[in-house]
């Protein structure tokens, strides 16, 4: 090996170890999360074309599992298929799971296309879409259809309510 080429490996060696012992002194660059994971914020347009096709689906027959206008829908199911369809947003599939997914909303800040979901206590039982004037769409139970429903109403109020915006 020749002078010349000796000095240059000697000195890319020196200049790979300098980078390498600088790096470990510096702090470490953060990493995004991806963007499935992040929660989301629908904009005024996605809202709107969430609450509008939910509101289409009224009278669409409930099934347990189901989440297609053709097969029916329970209410996990229902709130996938919208927010799918109408905002590019994939929702977990159980309401148990939706109470962890987007960004907690205080009820003074409730806006159409936002989730409610209603509870006992410990984690949610059922879910739905909020249409605004204190109205969600849902799909209620076996033998139902999705329907719109009073906030207010006496079922639902005597329940713990949490609003969270996908």
């Not at 205080?106 to 984690?123: C, E, M, N, T, Y």
């Not at 799909?139 to 005597?158: C, E, F, I, K, N």
């Amino acid at each position: 090996m020749d002078g010349s080429r000796f000095r240059f490996l000697k000195f890319s060696t020196a200049l790979a170890l300098t980078a390498l012992l600088l790096a470990c002194g510096t702090r470490p660059v953060a990493v995004p999360t991806p963007a499935a994971a992040a929660p989301a914020s629908l904009s005024d347009e996605q809202s709107r074309n969430v609450t509008v096709y939910a509101l289409g689906l009224v009278g669409t027959p409930y099934r347990y599992g189901g989440n297609t206008p053709e097969s029916g829908f329970d209410c996990s199911g229902l709130i996938g298929h919208v927010y799918q369809l109408q905002a590019g947003l994939a929702a977990p599939r159980t309401v148990a799971t939706l109470q962890g997914w987007g960004q907690q909303v205080p009820a003074s800040q409730l806006r159409a296309g936002d989730l409610v979901l209603f509870g006992k206590g410990g984690a949610p039982t059922h879910a739905g879409i909020y249409v605004d004037e204190g109205r969600f769409v849902h799909a209620p139970s076996t033998g139902g259809q999705v329907r719109m429903d009073r906030l207010t109403a006496p079922h639902w109020a005597r329940q713990q309510i949490a609003y969270r915006r996908p």
